[in-house]
């Protein structure tokens, strides 16, 4: 009788061992599989900016988003685009973020809805690459934008950047950008200033040996963990002056 009652004790114990294992099997594998394809990045600061949500009608008219939803755009997506992390690229995704906040308040922004202008030429200082992440985000773009539908270019996105050549930013200033609502016609500055980031002394001595490629597995390393950090200040932790808003009067 208890041999009896230990035998099944034993096979229903088998059985529970054996669900268990092919459950923690699934689920290992459905992880597995949901990263599989994914791009993989070695800082989780990355993740811990805080995301930009903009609507664009233009994407619910032509099905890509059901109308009211919106596209929410992070770090990590502007990082993907620029093909690295580095502080212009950090400093391009927080100068939009706050000026849409400025333009927006608590409403969604409309990407395709603002007009975007940087002081200086497009290859005065970072311009150029700074530009490529605004108009990521606003839709803003020059003239190889979205002519937009029919005679009155709905949705238009063609020449909503220009580049004012004949005003520069204050000297201290990595780029100036006035970003504009259409609808309405507000309009803010942005000044971001890098400089108030400092970056640390070792980077003196690494930058030449890894642009040689004569640095060792460890100071390459050392190198990019030093160049993240600075990035990762000045996406969660800005040093005061480091951007500064103020709204632009007609």
Known sequence: MNNGF?????????????????ITYGVTMHKQASAEGQSKYSKDFF??????KVRDPLASMLGAMDKGEVFVYTYADAVKFAGHSCPAVAGAYKSTQMALKAL???????RGNIKVTFRG??????????????TMITGAAAESGFKGFGPVGKYERR???????????????????????????KKVEVLYCVDHVPGSERMDKLTPLVLSGKASDDESK???NLWQERVKTILLNPPEGTFIVREVKE
């Not at 035998?7 to 114990?13: A, D, F, P, T, V």
């Not at 927006?104 to 409309?110: H, K, L, Q, S, T």
């Not at 497009?122 to 992440?133: A, H, T």
């Open 121 to 134: 030429n497009i290859d005065y200082k970072v311009n150029g690459p700074i530009s490529q992440i605004v």
């Open 222 to 224: 050392e190198f990019g």
């Open 6 to 22: 230990y035998k099944i004790c034993m096979s229903k114990g088998l059985i529970a061992c054996a669900l268990v294992a092919v």
């Open 47 to 52: 993740d811990k900016a805080e995301p930009i």
């Open 104 to 110: 927006y308040g608590d409403e969604f922004p409309v």
């Open 159 to 185: 020449n909503l950047m220009a580049f004012d050549k004949d005003h520069t930013p204050d000297p201290i200033a990595t780029c100036a950008i006035t970003f504009q609502r259409i609808d309405n016609g």
